[in-house]
Nanobody, 114 residues
Framework: QVQLVESGGGLVQAGGSLRLSCAAS????????MGWYRQAPGKQRELVAT??????HTADSVKGRFTISRDNPGNTVHLQMNSLKPEDTAVYYC?????????WGQGTQVTVSP
């Protein structure tokens, strides 16, 4: 069973930076979209950013601060997070979307202190 493994979360002060990475433990074929989502306590999971082979999309709440990228070739996606704010505190999940199913990582905690 192929799994997505995330890394790079942690505790940082407001204004700081973190870089999240997500890699597949094996081969996944037919990936259309890679993405990052987050879920804060008491809130629904929300989209942060997605990337395909030709385009990216970033949520308005993080635009200009977060950048999504992917390794080509390879099944690895990154999220560079700059100018972090306390409201960015959440568990961040990576997602790989294929025509047959979605793959999800286990989540990595990002905590931004004031």
């Amino acid at each position: 069973q192929v799994q997505l493994v995330e890394s790079g979360g942690g505790l940082v002060q407001a204004g700081g930076s973190l870089r999240l990475s997500c890699a597949a433990s094996g081969s996944i074929f037919g990936i259309n979209t890679m993405g990052w989502y987050r879920q804060a306590p008491g809130k629904q999971r929300e989209l942060v950013a997605t990337i395909t082979r030709i385009s990216t999309h970033t949520a308005d709440s993080v635009k200009g601060r977060f950048t999504i990228s992917r390794d080509n070739p390879g099944n690895t996606v990154h999220l560079q997070m700059n100018s972090l704010k306390p409201e960015d505190t959440a568990v961040y999940y990576c997602n790989f979307h294929t025509p047959s199913r979605d793959y999800w990582g286990q989540g990595t905690q990002v905590t931004v202190s004031p």
